[in-house]
């Protein structure tokens, strides 16, 4: 380990994250009474120990800490405030367990990692439990009272089981089930009734199985739901462990459980017997999918079960076609020919496949790169006799060797298996690799296993881009140009995702100039509103040709700017104006007349009070409306319309007095009804003085008076 | 689950069936209906006037019915920020459980078919400058792009048109790593703006499909059809059970008689029809000559098949005669002998005798708009004297009222003064062969049998672009409206054509503003000749005719009761 601390592991608080993650140390917290005066120092580490990042504490009393599935740090303070740390120590936000927990304290705390993300359990000074099963999307919930619970309980745990997370607690010789609603006892079968009381408990990293520890020293393992025993071991050392956790791999068989004194490591599992290490100083154990980790100060070391692949080619004498494999390549070095015995017994028992599919899959559990390259040298070797052997599985094996390797190397120090990379996935690896700022170790991953550009190189170079823009040392040119620079056209790059997180930053300026490589105009508009450039915004919201988004703007342009200024806006940009004329049209009648007048449109002016003449509940309004609109068609130069409407007047007026006269709707009948309907019943006089007021051509007077003397009126006919 | 649909058509019976729908209802303003489902989905156009009634709905609906109800909304075509700004102002926004979007964009009508089914767009792009369906359509071009490659050639004409490719182009650089690598289906994409060909939809259609949707209106390729002529005949009734519903038919090229007929100029439609009749009726015969067993099964198993095609044939015999009836009317007769006389510009400058006549027997305004708006097309604009007789006849006749649709229809330029005191249209009409003395109906040799003489202008260009293009028309081009121009997409190399000998170039016709069932059958007319050697797909914002078109440029003016 690179670290060199002074302290011991047991007067600090240790955290260290599951898939070969960073280690976080509190020291000096043990001290704080003693010399209150010296503040405890928060570290976080690389799993090879190499300093990320150092800060003295000055937040309140930490109880726990823990790390998120993301990789971020998590300070439970006693108080039941959760600070978010990142991997460097900048702090993210913090979030609150809630009044009970404040007011009772925070005794003890776990975090834990579900399919629903990171979770809290608190266990508060009034013995109540508190969960918040996913810290992203904080939902409380105060589990049920356990009755009669006097005392904190000697242990507890979380577990997680048809997607509900239940908390496990004993109490004595009694072990309780705490789910939403209910609190109920429960035993586990098979348990030896003079066991005695639980002292301490295990969950296997999957939530399979439970390992639970008594005063007698006696270890009960089974499953996690209580309803199968596993096998049982009697260790005989009374004291609790520091540590008890699980070590097995998926899918295997062979489980144990492994656990920790001061100077001790024990391995129990399905034997009466079990093995023994010697602790030369304080360990922690960290828990993983296949196996443990076992961190100290001055080293790190992994402890997991010998996968079969492996066992089969390096046990002593092993006969394995695998095992043959090897030694018929080294003998073919070797230009002995023995080779070819070796070969022959495989192929005679035509277990050459297999034989080469087995040095692959042991290559992949090998952590020293000279032997992982004799296996893999054992199976090309191999390869050459079989026909038809698929290459895919060889070169996928050298690639993720490869990857593994560089990540291992204790300048980036992530020790990740190989079983654990397949299940973290190269894309997670990726995520944390861009979480530490190795940006060119993660693109030359990329690169090397050709991943699409969106997903890999771009996506990374975008992190880049907005890590960059936080130095604070460079001019807003050059950071600007030295992220062009390097992102040019590269597909997939938001510069907006860029600009914004520099906005954030408190430089707009440095935003703006982002903004301008951005290809995609919609995307500058909501950065562009808010960092209040409305009119930039309004340009690049019409350029993009999205209507959609130059209401939003106009919209909001309306809201910020005064009335006056907000029209001669859309003055310059006659799209945004044509827009909101709908939006007026449809919304804000009135308003549509000022535009009308603010470019004295008077046609249009003329248009508006005629339609809104139709809406009046009175003749004389119509009328008014009506004679505002005579006025603005002259203003218009559109004789015509002036005089049409006009007449409309006129017909109006008229249609009132026959109305009254004759005792007979009229009103708004067309001119050629209303003479029909004169004729039809026989005001001839009338229907002539229209015909002469309103110069009805000949042609159809003679038409109407004609239909109107035989009675039936071309009117009635069309309708 | 219950959903609620509004204006535009999309089909949801698959949806129905697999998420258990339980009822649809159109959307209107007040209470909800009462259904007893848990989830409503509101399925919208994102259109200010609808967020209104959601709002509405969701505000009346019943806070202490248990369970509540849940409420969804899915925009069609794409999610809006103003209409969800909207919904939030009306302080409802938080109802919305789920907020989504359905991009249909085009919806299919017919195998070489496309319609957006946007009613307003031309009133929309010419009347109100407000160019959201124009965006839709671009972004619908982009999807289809993404599923048959990318168009490598583009061609257009028109305002709108360019507006569309220059979206296009730009939303193709804004996404510069989906670089598309399926083998392009379309050669060449053709954007023509409907205001380029203004005359077409206002002449009368005079195939089979475009007289059924001139007299009964197709609408989403159902037609309703007047029940007396389909009643069942069946002997001893004597038709005293007359249905009185409206028959509703559905029209595609699924049906083996009407993909036949339907783009048949209709004087050719009854040869095709009792020739058919003979067929059936032999086919029919067949059972007395069936002498074997085998004979027999044999005639069995096309019974199904021959039974659809005599109901198929009956169907369309009683449309046919349904159509006849009118176009052997003499207001037909006349009405078409005005708009031949304009197209092919006989007396299009002088007020027209049969066009004052209506008038004056007050015909439906929409017709007498539709002549009107011909004539002055035919001669690209009126005298001011003219045109304001016309106006002024319209306005004594039919109300005061429509002084502003006759507004709209000038801002259109449906209606418009002749300004430079010349008339274009001869010479386009000359140019492009527009009118054709010798038009054969029964076996066309010319796209001008869809109007019997006229050749729609736009086909004309889609025809003239494919062969010998449009360097030779570049005088007349320039007298339509509206900018011409070509953009070229690069595709990667391994992805370029290499055409075999007589294979046919499939170009996308895309009409901004709608196309009309005539125009259509003329494409698939080009598409059909033998030394075409283009196949066309049509793609459209609506399907049109004079009518509808007309009537969405209406202003609806109520007076109030006073």
């Known amino acids: ?719 | 689950m219950a959903a609620h649909l509004s204006s535009g058509r999309v089909n949801l019976t698959a949806l129905r069936e697999e998420h258990e729908v339980e009822k649809m209802f159109t959307l209107k303003p007040g209470r909800l209906p009462q259904a007893d489902v848990k989830n409503i989905i509101f399925f919208v156009r994102p259109k200010l006037e609808l967020m209104d009634i959601i709002a509405d709905n969701v505000l009346r609906e019943d806070r202490g019915r248990s369970p509540q109800r849940d409420f969804h909304i899915l925009f069609v075509p794409r999610r809006s920020l103003l209409c969800e700004q909207w919904l939030k102002e009306q302080g409802v926004l938080g109802s919305f459980i789920h907020r989504e979007q359905y991009s249909l964009d085009l919806i299919p009508f017919d195998g070489d078919l496309l319609s957006m089914e946007s009613e307003s767009a031309f009133k929309e792009c010419y009347l109100e400058s407000d160019q959201t369906s124009l965006y839709h359509a671009a972004k619908g071009l982009m999807t289809l792009q993404a599923l048959y490659g990318t168009i490598p050639q583009i061609f257009g004409k028109g305002e709108c048109a360019r507006h569309v490719a220059n979206m296009m182009i730009r939303m193709k650089r804004e996404f510069p790593g989906s670089q598309n690598s399926i083998f392009p289906v379309f050669d060449t994409l053709l954007l023509l703006d409907r205001n380029v060909d203004l005359l077409t939809p206002l002449a009368t259609q005079l195939t089979y499909e475009g007289l059924i949707d001139e007299i009964y209106g197709i609408q989403n390729t159902y037609v309703k059809l007047p029940p007396e002529k389909f009643a069942p005949k069946k002997q001893g009734e004597g038709g005293k059970d007359l249905p009185t519903e409206p028959k509703k038919l559905q029209l595609n090229s699924a049906e083996e008689l009407y993909a036949e007929i339907r783009d048949k100029n209709f004087n050719a439609v009854g040869s095709v029809l009792s020739k058919k009749a003979k067929i059936i009726s032999a086919a029919f015969e067949e059972r007395h000559h069936a002498k074997t067993v085998g004979e027999i099964k044999q005639f069995v198993s096309q019974l199904p098949h021959m039974q659809a095609a005599r109901s198929s044939l009956a169907n369309h015999t009683s449309i046919a005669e349904l159509i006849k009836d009118i176009t052997t009317s003499e207001d037909f007769f006349d009405n078409l002998t005005v708009e031949q006389e304009f197209m092919s510009g006989i007396d299009t400058d002088k007020v027209n005798n049969y066009i004052e006549d209506c008038i004056a027997q007050k015909h439906q305004l929409i017709k007498i708009l539709r002549l009107v708006c011909l004539q002055s097309v035919c001669n690209s604009g009126l005298k001011q004297k003219v045109l304001d007789h016309y106006k002024r006849e319209i306005l004594q006749t039919y109300g005061y009222e429509h002084i502003l649709t006759l507004n709209n229809l000038e801002k259109a330029g449906l209606l418009k003064p002749q300004t430079s005191g010349r008339n274009n249209y001869p010479t386009i009409r000359k140019t492009l062969r527009l009118w054709m003395d010798d038009v054969n109906e029964q076996n066309p040799n010319d796209i001008s049998y869809v109007y019997s003489g006229y050749a729609p202008l736009s086909v004309r260009l889609a025809q003239l672009l494919a062969r010998p293009g449009w360097r030779s028309i570049e005088e007349v081009l320039k007298m339509l409206p509206g900018p011409h121009f070509e953009e070229r997409q690069q595709l990667p190399t391994g992805l370029q054509k290499k055409r075999q000998h007589g294979e046919n170039r499939v170009t996308l016709v895309f009409f901004l503003g709608g196309v009309t069932y005539a125009e259509i059958a003329a494409l698939r007319f080009l598409s059909q000749m033998e030394d075409g050697g283009t196949e066309y797909v049509i793609a459209t914002t609506k399907l049109i005719n004079g009518t509808t078109w007309i009537k969405s440029l209406m202003e609806k003016l109520e007076p109030a009761p006073f």
Not at chain 1, 370 to 395: H, M, N, W, Y
Not at chain 1, 522 to 539: H, I, T
Request: overall charge neutral; hydrophobic content about 40%.
């Open chain 1, 1 to 719: 380990m690179e670290w060199g601390l002074r302290e011991e592991l047991r007067d600090c608080l240790v955290a260290a994250a599951p898939y070969g993650g960073p280690i976080a140390l509190l020291r000096n917290c043990a001290r704080r009474e003693k010399s209150p005066g010296a503040r405890p120092l928060l570290d976080t580490f690389s799993a090879s120990g190499l300093l990320l990042a150092s800060i003295p504490w000055k937040s309140g009393q930490v109880v726990q800490l823990g790390w998120t599935a993301s990789e971020d740090l998590l300070c439970i303070q006693e108080d039941g405030t959760v600070l978010i740390y990142n991997l460097f120590c900048e702090f993210k936000r913090h979030f609150s367990m809630g009044n009970e927990v404040l007011q009772n304290h925070v005794l003890e705390a776990k975090v834990f990692h579900t399919e629903y993300g990171t979770g809290v359990a608190i266990l508060t000074g009034a013995h109540r439990f508190s969960l918040a099963t996913n810290i992203d999307d904080l939902k409380l919930r105060r589990m049920p009272e356990v009755p009669g619970l006097q005392k904190p309980p000697s242990c507890w745990a979380v577990l997680s089981q048809d997607r509900v997370t239940i908390v496990l607690l004993a109490v004595g010789q009694d072990l309780y089930l705490l789910d939403n609603t209910s609190c109920s006892v429960v035993t586990p079968p098979g348990m030896s009734p003079s066991a005695g009381a639980y002292l301490q408990m295990a969950v296997s990293f999957n939530y399979r199985c439970l390992a639970l520890f008594t005063d007698t020293g006696y270890i009960w393992m089974g499953l996690a739901t209580l309803k199968e025993k596993l096998c049982e071991f009697n260790s005989s050392i009374r004291s609790p462990p520091k540590q008890m956790v699980w070590c097995m791999r998926p899918r295997s068989r062979q489980r144990a459980v492994v656990m920790a004194w001061d100077r001790q490591l024990m391995v129990v599992g399905n034997s009466t017997e079990c093995i023994q290490f010697v602790l030369d100083e304080d360990s922690y154990l960290v828990p993983e999918l296949d196996g443990v980790r076992i961190l100290s100060r001055t080293s790190h070391e992994f402890l997991h079960e010998i996968p079969e692949a492996s066992q089969e080619i390096f046990k002593i004498a092993s006969m394995a076609p695998g095992a043959l494999l090897l030694e018929a390549q080294k003998e073919y070095e070797k230009e002995s020919q023995k080779a070819d015995e070796y070969l022959r017994e495989i192929k005679d028992q035509k277990l050459l496949p297999e034989a080469v599919s087995q040095c692959i899959e042991a290559a992949g559990y090998e952590h020293e790169p000279e032997t992982q390259k004799s296996l893999l040298r054992a199976a090309s070797f191999g390869k050459c006799f079989i026909d038809k052997f698929p290459p895919e599985s060889f070169v996928r094996m050298c690639q993720d060797l490869r990857v593994l390797n560089a990540i291992r190397d204790y300048q980036i120090g992530i020790p990740l298996t190989f079983t654990q990379y397949k299940r973290l996935t190269i894309e997670v690896l990726l995520d944390r690799l861009v979480l530490r700022r190795l940006y060119p170790l993660a693109i030359r991953i990329c690169e090397y296993l050709r991943l699409s550009e969106i997903q890999g190189v771009s996506r990374i170079l975008a992190h880049w881009a907005c890590y960059k823009v936080q130095q604070k040392d460079k001019s807003d040119e050059e950071v600007a140009y030295a992220i062009n620079q390097k992102l040019g056209d590269t597909p997939g790059i938001s510069y907006s995702e860029i600009a914004a997180r520099a906005y954030d930053c408190g430089r707009p300026e440095l935003a703006i100039k982002l903004l301008e490589y951005e290809p995609r105009s919609g995307e500058q508009v909501p950065l562009l509103l808010k960092m209040k450039r409305s009119k930039l915004a309004l340009s690049k919201a019409i350029e993009s040709g999205d209507t959609d988004l130059v209401y939003t703007v106009v919209l909001h342009l309306k809201n910020e700017l005064n009335r006056g200024t907000f029209f001669m806006t859309l003055q310059n940009q006659p799209v945004a104006l044509s827009l909101y004329r709908q939006f007026c049209k449809h919304q804000e009648r009135e308003t549509l007349k000022d535009l009308y007048n603010q470019d004295d449109n008077h046609q249009e002016l003329g248009n508006f009070h005629v339609h809104s003449s139709y809406s009046e509940k009175r003749i004389e309004g119509r009328v008014g409306a009506l004679q505002n609109a005579v006025d603005e068609y002259y203003k218009a130069k559109n004789e015509f319309a002036a005089k049409a409407t006009e007449d409309q007047i006129k017909l109006l007026r008229l249609q009132r007095h026959l109305q009254e006269d004759f005792d007979k709707p009229y009103l708004d009948l067309s001119l050629h009804d209303t003479v029909s309907t004169l004729i039809l019943d026989g005001h001839h006089k009338k229907a002539e003085q229209l015909y002469r007021d309103f110069k009805i051509p000949d042609k159809r007077w003679v038409r109407e008076g004609s239909s109107g003397c035989t009675g039936v009126p071309a009117s009635r006919g069309a309708q």
